[in-house]
């Protein structure tokens, strides 16, 4: 689907990242001095379970062209069983985008430790090609939202 | 515990003749049912023998979810006497749900419940439905058929037989059979008027009901075509959203005191307003229509039990129960859940397995 149009169009992807592992492994991804395309726009959670699937739906819809939640590996959670409960409400909101026909590869988990600084800027790199693919979110020129 | 009670008589008459004995057996304390006051039709809450005849227990219509009314009769704490309640068999799914969720409790409630053909559109509610809608009503339930008239969710509703009620009533013309499923219920029908035997209610009886339930399921999902919405069919159906929440008051499953979508968090600043102009050159105003009705889906999609309450209320007629029953449906079947069936089952987004949906994560 990659057009010459979109050959320059760099995607906004909100990244809502774990405090305890994925912030950290950003943070070692630029320690480490590893280049990824500047399309994240991290922002920290203490938990991916803080993430209400509104802040998704929300993002979507104001126009950003993906949204990427990172969290720690299941069992790994800092408090336990958090991230559980986030692949849960991801699960469904990702049903909830398929039903109604939005494009649910919009939406993302990835679990990425805080020692996986390699694994963060793979995951962007790959994400973003992939967004890159499916070209601008429309909805960011929708009014009558 | 299993037995069968036949009382004579129309079916509002059969139940209140029960219920009189109940109340004056002194086997519980009160009768929460439908009842007429003066032009309307609403739940009561009737103490006195006397005023059971003001009831109309059986009546084909839901002015507002029962769920939702026993939740704030019983939600600081258990009622202090036992009532005996009557109500449709998605009125009781939606009120386990809500004691799921700790907003209501079960406590000396006693639940009479119907199978249902049904509810009929209560915006059209007259006094005399009893004469004028209801004989009809009676006649396709008879025949085991949908009446006409009928919420659309109700015409497409498989769960009609009650789930977890204590006494399950065949509503019939003639005479009504009442279904003792528990101890509780054999105990306080001890005595009553009518035939006591043995007996269990007869599912397969009811299967042409269920069969053209589920093709009506099955036409009205084909006839949404929700996957080919995307945002444009979504801004085309909620085009129309006056926003006046009527929907969320009376879902029963919306129970938030403090909702998300009525909070001054999602109105936008003037800020907002500036990059959301800039990137479109035009808003909504009020913008977040379709965000509040996506928001609310997967809020409580999860418990949604279909009772057509939300399309009753709404002044534009936007198909929302039929949207709902759809994409709950949908959300219901990921984790293999069915909303109101196991009072011990928790809410899915409440628990986890530690191995399963390893297809969204990566």
């Given at each position: 689907?990659?057009?010459?149009?979109?050959?320059d169009?760099?995607?906004?992807?909100?990244g809502f990242?774990?405090?305890?592992?994925?912030?950290?492994?950003?943070?070692?991804?630029g320690?480490?001095r590893?280049q990824?395309?500047?399309?994240?726009?991290?922002?920290r959670?203490?938990?991916s379970?803080?993430?209400?699937?509104?802040f998704?739906?929300?993002?979507?819809?104001?126009?950003?062209?993906?949204?990427?939640?990172?969290?720690?590996h299941p069992?790994?959670?800092?408090?336990?069983?958090?991230?559980?409960?986030?692949?849960?409400?991801?699960?469904?909101?990702k049903?909830v985008?398929d039903?109604?026909?939005?494009e649910?590869?919009r939406i993302?988990?990835?679990?990425?430790?805080?020692?996986?600084?390699?694994?963060?800027?793979?995951?962007?790199?790959?994400?973003?090609?992939k967004?890159?693919?499916?070209?601008?979110?429309?909805?960011?020129?929708e009014?009558f939202? | 515990?299993?037995?069968?009670l036949?009382?004579?008589?129309?079916?509002?008459?059969s139940?209140?003749?029960f219920?009189?004995?109940?109340?004056e057996?002194?086997k519980?304390?009160?009768?929460?049912?439908?009842?007429k006051t003066g032009?309307?039709l609403?739940?009561l809450?009737?103490?006195?023998?006397?005023?059971v005849d003001?009831?109309?227990?059986?009546?084909?219509?839901m002015?507002?979810?029962?769920a939702?009314?026993?939740?704030?009769?019983?939600?600081?704490?258990?009622?202090?006497?036992?009532?005996?309640?009557?109500?449709?068999?998605?009125?009781?799914?939606?009120?386990?749900e809500?004691v799921k969720?700790?907003?209501?409790?079960?406590?000396?409630?006693?639940?009479?419940s119907?199978?249902?053909?049904?509810v009929?559109d209560?915006?059209?509610?007259k006094?005399?439905?009893?004469?004028k809608?209801?004989?009809?009503?009676?006649?396709?339930?008879?025949?085991?058929?949908?009446?006409?008239n009928?919420?659309?969710?109700?015409?497409a509703?498989?769960?009609?037989?009650?789930?977890?009620?204590?006494?399950?009533v065949?509503?019939?013309?003639e005479?009504?059979?009442?279904?003792?499923n528990?101890?509780?219920?054999?105990?306080?029908?001890?005595?009553?008027p009518?035939?006591?035997?043995?007996?269990?209610?007869?599912?397969a009886?009811?299967?042409?009901?269920m069969?053209?339930?589920?093709?009506?399921?099955?036409?009205?999902f084909?006839?949404?075509?929700l996957?080919d919405?995307g945002?444009?069919?979504?801004?085309?159906?909620?085009?129309?959203?006056?926003?006046?929440?009527g929907?969320?008051?009376?879902?029963?499953?919306?129970?938030c005191?403090?909702?998300?979508?009525?909070?001054?968090d999602?109105?936008?600043t003037?800020?907002v307003?500036?990059?959301e102009?800039?990137?479109?050159?035009?808003?909504?105003v009020p913008?977040?229509?379709i965000?509040?009705?996506?928001?609310r889906?997967t809020h409580?999609?999860?418990s949604?039990?279909?009772?057509?309450m939300?399309s009753d209320?709404c002044?534009?007629?936007?198909?929302?129960?039929?949207?709902?029953?759809r994409?709950?449906?949908?959300v219901?079947k990921?984790?293999?859940?069915?909303?109101?069936?196991?009072?011990?089952?928790?809410?899915p987004l409440?628990?986890?397995?530690?191995?399963?949906?390893?297809?969204?994560?990566?």
């Amino acid at each position: 689907m990659a057009t010459d149009k979109n050959n320059d169009f760099t995607p906004n992807i909100i990244g809502f990242l774990c405090n305890w592992c994925t912030y950290t492994g950003a943070d070692l991804a630029g320690t480490s001095r590893l280049q990824y395309p500047p399309s994240i726009l991290p922002i920290r959670v203490m938990c991916s379970s803080r993430v209400d699937p509104l802040f998704l739906i929300s993002s979507i819809l104001r126009g950003a062209d993906a949204v990427l939640v990172g969290g720690c590996h299941p069992g790994d959670c800092h408090y336990q069983k958090g991230n559980y409960y986030t692949r849960r409400r991801f699960a469904l909101l990702k049903k909830v985008f398929d039903t109604f026909g939005l494009e649910s590869d919009r939406i993302r988990l990835s679990w990425i430790s805080a020692s996986e600084g390699p694994r963060f800027a793979q995951v962007v790199t790959e994400y973003t090609g992939k967004i890159k693919e499916l070209g601008p979110n429309k909805y960011a020129e929708e009014v009558f939202l | 515990m299993s037995g069968k009670l036949k009382i004579k008589g129309d079916p509002n008459d059969s139940i209140r003749g029960f219920l009189r004995h109940l109340l004056e057996s002194g086997k519980i304390d009160g009768v929460f049912a439908l009842g007429k006051t003066g032009k309307g039709l609403n739940y009561l809450l009737v103490t006195d023998k006397e005023k059971v005849d003001e009831l109309y227990p059986l009546f084909p219509f839901m002015p507002e979810n029962a769920a939702n009314l026993l939740s704030r009769l019983t939600f600081s704490g258990p009622l202090p006497g036992k009532i005996a309640v009557v109500i449709k068999p998605c009125e009781l799914r939606a009120f386990v749900e809500l004691v799921k969720r700790e907003q209501a409790s079960r406590d000396n409630l006693v639940f009479i419940s119907p199978v249902c053909g049904g509810v009929l559109d209560f915006v059209q509610y007259k006094n005399d439905a009893l004469e004028k809608s209801v004989p009809g009503y009676m006649k396709s339930f008879a025949k085991r058929e949908n009446a006409e008239n009928i919420r659309p969710t109700c015409r497409a509703c498989e769960y009609f037989i009650p789930i977890n009620a204590d006494i399950t009533v065949i509503p019939a013309e003639e005479a009504c059979e009442f279904y003792l499923n528990t101890d509780k219920a054999g105990e306080i029908t001890k005595g009553a008027p009518g035939d006591l035997s043995d007996g269990e209610l007869d599912e397969a009886a009811f299967e042409p009901l269920m069969g053209s339930r589920k093709a009506e399921k099955e036409k009205l999902f084909e006839e949404l075509k929700l996957e080919d919405y995307g945002i444009k069919g979504l801004v085309e159906v909620f085009g129309k959203c006056l926003g006046c929440h009527g929907c969320m008051s009376v879902c029963p499953i919306c129970y938030c005191a403090l909702c998300a979508f009525e909070s001054k968090d999602n109105e936008f600043t003037p800020p907002v307003f500036e990059s959301e102009l800039t990137k479109r050159g035009g808003l909504r105003v009020p913008p977040n229509t379709i965000f509040y009705h996506l928001g609310r889906i997967t809020h409580m999609g999860i418990s949604c039990v279909g009772c057509g309450m939300c399309s009753d209320v709404c002044p534009v007629d936007i198909p929302v129960s039929s949207i709902f029953l759809r994409s709950g449906d949908a959300v219901q079947k990921v984790f293999d859940y069915l909303p109101g069936k196991d009072i011990e089952e928790p809410v899915p987004l409440s628990t986890f397995i530690e191995d399963e949906l390893t297809e969204v994560e990566d």
